[in-house]
């Protein structure tokens, strides 16, 4: 992977006293009025930058990408941004807490090279959608302006990277905000050239895993072949073969990954004892009655049921059936897997991740949910806490649940090494990059 530094643009900080007020999650996760929250919260966050509000008057002259464009150029001239005066590498830490432990996540922020996927330096993990990359490639193309990080994972087993980084870091940072969810995320700005040409060289050679930011990333694809064509009237146009990342190291302890647990709903004809009779060609099953007086608890003591499978290198999975007031915990009978209609040409390193087997074998096996009910998000609907997930299964009247397991990197890591994708929502990288710490423009 081949790294540049670049001279960020970053918050006035003479102006903007509280950077909380102004850094934004990504654009991804403006749902339920968080767009609102955040224009309310300051009249200089970012939000209003990266999802300006559409209106019913909006014209090809005047819209959400063309207002956004003017606005960068108001807050560029009176000072809001500013830009930093030599080219450099941004360390990016974020503390963190789950289940009471304080982590750090560890990374940098600098310029990647955007290559095509065949040519197996940046390995993507999912799929991705074609309206929210044209919605950002609008935008990219109205401002010029990268805000929003690409989350990529590299290898570094000895940790030389990190080392580094811990020894320049040991100073006050250069900016840190708190999230809305009380996480602190610091940057520090490093241009000392011994140290910048050191990172660019220690990731020379090696590969990057996409965490999160797939559409960032298929966006400056598409947008370095726009900007290729018009080098000749600006050098600084080549700069946009390269995108704005933030790397970590995948063997870091700062890496948090949440499982995604599914709510099936909007099913004909669903038989909760029929379910159950068709899991136990496939599974083991332990029947987890409750009452309403200890839900919770049994509902804690199948996760950690699901852990210790997990450990043992089992394929389980907690089943939450409200009508029959049970909890069950699946565990798959390996001998059945020359059973199973895998999908064509899935890799080994596919068929062990536990959302595949739930995926193949119970989802489309079962249930007749498939990669075009996948796809249309017709039955689904996605939850990264287990007791959210109950909880929200009740609330909505759904006829289950599946609980899973968090997917672990070393899993992620070799679904992508084998040229496969993962599965549809097998990971929940936590916490999520913020916008607004640093961004780059090149014109």
């Known amino acids: 992977m081949k790294i540049l ?3 960020g643009y970053r918050y006035n900080l003479d102006k903007i006293k509280n950077l909380d007020e102004v850094i934004s999650p990504p654009y991804d996760q403006f749902k339920e009025g968080l767009d609102d929250f955040l224009y309310q919260r300051h009249p200089y966050n970012i939000a209003r930058l990266i999802m300006n509000k559409e209106t019913p008057e909006d014209s090809p002259t005047d819209n959400r990408y063309t207002r956004s464009r003017a606005l960068l150029a108001e807050w560029l001239k009176s000072n809001v941004f500013v830009q930093d005066p030599e080219p450099s590498i941004y360390p990016y830490f974020q503390d963190y807490a789950v289940a009471g432990e304080t982590r750090t996540r560890k990374g940098f922020v600098a310029l990647g090279e955007v290559t095509n996927y065949d040519q197996r330096i940046v390995l993507p993990h999912e799929r991705t959608l074609a309206k929210p990359k044209q919605d950002r490639l ?17 290898s570094d ?10 020894t320049v870091t040991q100073r006050s940072p250069s900016c840190k905000a708190y999230d809305l969810k009380g996480e602190l995320n610091a940057l520090w700005r490093v241009s000392d050239l011994g140290v910048i040409e050191k990172v660019i060289q220690l990731m020379r050679d090696r590969t990057v895993i996409i965490a999160d930011g797939h559409h960032r990333y298929e966006v400056a694809l598409a947008f370095r072949q726009e900007s290729t064509t018009r080098i000749r009237e600006d050098d600084r146009w080549g700069l946009y073969g390269y995108k704005l990342m933030s790397f970590v190291r995948l063997e870091s302890a ?18 909760p004892e029929e379910l159950i009779r068709r899991l136990e060609t496939f599974f083991r099953t332990e029947h987890l009655p409750y009452e309403a007086t200890n839900k919770l608890t049994v509902l804690d003591r199948l996760m950690k049921s699901l852990a210790r499978a997990q450990a043992a290198g089992e394929n389980a999975f907690g089943l939450y059936l409200p009508a029959l007031h049970r909890f069950l915990l699946l ?7 020359a059973q199973v209609t895998w999908p064509p040409g899935k890799s080994e390193a596919w068929r062990v991740l536990d959302v595949s087997v739930l995926q193949t074998v119970i989802l489309d096996g079962l249930l007749n949910i498939g990669e075009q009910q996948l796809t249309d998000q017709s039955h689904l609907e ?6 959210d997930a109950v909880e929200l299964a009740d609330r909505k009247g759904y006829p289950c649940a599946f609980l899973l397991n968090a997917t672990p990197i070393q899993q992620v890591k070799a679904v992508c090494e ?7 929502k097998s990971t929940h990288f936590h916490p999520k990059l913020m916008e607004g710490l640093v961004f780059a423009k090149h014109l």
């Open 5 to 7: 530094p670049f001279r």
């Open 138 to 154: 609008n935008l990219l193309r109205s401002t010029l302006a990268d805000t929003g990080l690409v989350f990529m994972l590299y």
């Open 157 to 166: 087993p000895e940790g030389k990277i990190e080392s580094l980084l811990d």
């Open 254 to 271: 700062g890496i948090t990954i949440f499982p995604i647990h599914r709510l099936v709903h909007s099913l004909d004809h669903f038989e």
């Open 331 to 337: 565990t798959f009978r390996k001998e059945m897997t």
């Open 382 to 387: 996605y939850v990264s806490h287990h007791e």
């Open 418 to 424: 084998s040229g496969d994708l993962l599965p549809q």
